[in-house]
């Protein structure tokens, strides 16, 4: 079983739409959660990052992490067709420091 | 401007023969990582660098060799490349060594295909 299952997609929403993806994981270790943004033939690009538990908001995009249920989440308010593109959640911890996991990503297309 | 780079973006080459793929920063960087991307496979961590002279191995690292002699440098070496190695490849790099290098900065990405 995978360290980190994030949810497969791919999904599709009109413009405009609230988007929730998510993650769940089974490390308990994992202290540090970051969400990636890839765009086709890009390499990713940080969006977010949380420490712990608790929430984190820029923008339009907020981060939620529940370390007690081993599960993160990423949403995105008022979606724009510059959205579409892979999500990757990624994490890691303070022990083994230098080791990241990531999910496999999910694919968004936000339709106009 | 800030940035990782990769080179080369694409390559083709034969299985047994060794290549070299460099990644350099040029931000200062103490942490770099190389990673693999794979179709229903994700992004798996195949070494990482916490500085000049220190390295670890990720989670995939049988067939490739790392080393970092110079602080922005950080090649990615195939001994003896094999087809199940080819992938899109993908060099990474950040301030933060700690808890994971929390934020990376990742290269364009180098193609490549083992025939």
């Known amino acids: 079983q995978k360290e980190v299952e994030q949810d497969p997609g791919p999904l599709s929403v009109p413009e405009g739409a609230i988007v929730s993806l998510n993650c769940t994981y089974s490390n308990s270790a994992f202290q540090y959660f970051m969400w990636y943004r890839q765009y086709s033939r890009k390499g990713p690009e940080l969006l977010m990052y949380?420490?712990?538990?608790g929430n984190k908001e820029d923008g339009r995009f907020t981060a939620q992490v529940d370390k007690s249920s081993k599960y993160i989440s990423l949403f995105i308010r008022d979606s724009q067709p510059s959205d579409s593109a892979t999500y990757l959640c990624?994490?890691?911890?303070?022990?083994?420091?230098?080791?990241?996991?990531f999910g496999d990503g999910t694919t968004l297309t936000v339709k106009p | 401007e800030a940035q990782v780079t990769q080179n080369p973006r694409y390559l083709i080459t034969v299985t047994g023969k060794k290549l070299t793929v460099t990644c350099s920063q040029n931000m200062n960087h103490e942490y770099m990582s190389w990673y693999r991307q794979d179709p229903g496979l994700g992004l798996r961590q195949i070494y990482y660098s916490m500085n000049v002279e220190v390295t670890d191995k990720g989670d995939v690292p049988e067939g490739y060799k790392v080393s970092r002699k110079e602080k922005r440098n950080f090649p990615l070496i195939l001994e003896s490349p094999s087809p199940n190695q080819t992938s899109l490849y993908f060099c990474?790099?950040?301030?933060?060594?700690?808890?994971?290098?929390?934020?990376?900065?990742f290269g364009p990405g180098t193609r490549l295909t083992v025939t």
């Open positions: 990624a994490m890691s911890g303070n022990t083994n420091a230098g080791k990241s996991t």
């Open positions: 949380t420490y712990s538990s």
């Open positions: 990474a790099s950040s301030l933060n060594s700690g808890g994971g290098a929390y934020e990376q900065y």
